[in-house]
């Protein structure tokens, strides 16, 4: 694959390394000429995100790839514990990774910070209250912080991806069920899953110089799923 832009020279830290876009990003952006700091740690608490930021140095770019297996439970029978699980794991990160990497952004007047959400907060889906609320406010939050962050000169936007080729929401085994390539070409106008490298590169290039003008942004990558 061809990238039109560079991030030589630029350190990127991306989280949960190991899982969702974690694999496809770390590739990319390396191949893109970026120094990568992989974070695989589970960012459970403010004082875990302190020391992953900590030892990760001086940062150009922050992704904040969050991964936690989607529940599917009716919205009657949702608990408290699943509610609680859900956000400790996609949405409370969040501000301590923000508040630990902004402060230096802000006095350098420069960085960049992508936030890898989901299109379930777009459109609705059953049985999947609890993960969209999570995955919106997730998306809520970046287009606050966007905006406050923009007279800064320091760049906060989101993907808000579906029907893209990543080992947790669409591993091998569900890729090649029948059913649900008869359901991508239902669903999905592009009649494809968007690949991992076409996603990491679109997160790339917001890492990017060339993508100074977009703040508190939420770019939907889903193969026009969001649009139907």
Known sequence: MNFPTSLAGQRVLITHAQAFMGPALCEVFAKQGAEVVASTEALASDDE????????????????????EAPSTPVTAVDQAEWDAVFAALVHPL???????????????????????????????????????????????????????????????????????????????????????????????LGRLVSAEEDAAFAAYLCSDAAHCFVGQVFPVCGGWVGR
């Open 49 to 68: 995100v302190q020391q992953v930021v900590a030892r990760a140095g001086a940062l150009d770019a922050l992704v904040a790839n969050l991964a936690y």
């Open 95 to 189: 501000p301590w990774l923000f508040k630990a990497v902004l402060p230096a952004m802000q006095a350098r007047r420069r960085g960049k910070i992508v936030v890898m959400g989901s299109a379930a907060a777009l459109r609705g889906m059953k049985r999947a209250s609890t993960y969209s609320a999570a995955r919106g406010a997730q998306l809520a939050y970046v287009q606050a912080v966007g905006v406050e962050m923009a007279p800064h000169q320091v760049q906060v936007n989101a993907i808000a991806q579906n029907f893209v080729d990543n080992p947790t929401y669409f591993p091998p085994e569900v890729q090649s069920n029948p059913r649900f390539q008869e359901r991508v070409q239902r669903e999905v106008p």
